[in-house]
């Protein structure tokens, strides 16, 4: 029985419903509490997890560059430094939602996927297939992990409420 609503239980381990009739709220099971995140959930977070590190470290390098090195122009490296910077912040908290099984976050993760196949798609006509091709093989791996019966199941059952909410995160 994934709730326990039973009027016999100990008042102090039933939760308050916060309702003003007095009938406790649902509260989830040890069978529910104990759903674990799936593997391609998990592997596609920590993809996201590593190029949000990769273009937060970007950002500090082009920062950094543009103050003690000699760009052409001081102002658009920091500008770019900062954008790379927030744009890395962002994906680490795309690479968390996943982590957390957040709906919001899978979207994004897609997005960025995709934009990235055509910064690749860039690097390939510009001869730099040493950087273009590992960027479309992992955005695509990742891409594919994102959709999987898994993952979507997952994230479906956390908007329809059938997983428990992480009380600290």
Request: charged share 10%.
């Amino acid at each position: 029985m994934p709730f326990s609503l039973r009027s016999d239980e100990p008042a102090k381990n039933r939760p308050r419903s916060g309702r003003s009739t007095g009938v406790p709220s649902p509260t989830v099971s040890k069978h529910n509490a104990s759903i674990r995140r799936p593997i391609p959930l998990t592997i596609a977070a920590v993809i996201v997890g590593l190029q949000g590190t990769g273009l937060l470290a970007l950002g500090v390098y082009l920062i950094e560059s543009g103050l003690f090195g000699s760009p052409d122009s001081v102002s658009v490296a920091i500008t770019t430094g900062l954008l790379a910077m927030a744009g890395g912040l962002a994906l680490l908290a795309v690479a968390y939602g996943l982590i957390k099984i957040r709906v919001w976050s899978r979207s994004p993760a897609i997005l960025w996927q995709l934009l990235t196949i055509g910064v690749a798609w860039y690097q390939l006509q510009a001869g730099l297939g040493e950087l273009g091709i590992p960027l479309i093989v992992t955005a695509a791996i990742t891409v594919v992990l994102l959709l999987t019966p898994s993952a979507t199941n997952a994230l479906e059952r956390r908007a329809a409420g059938q997983l428990p909410e992480a009380r600290n995160g």
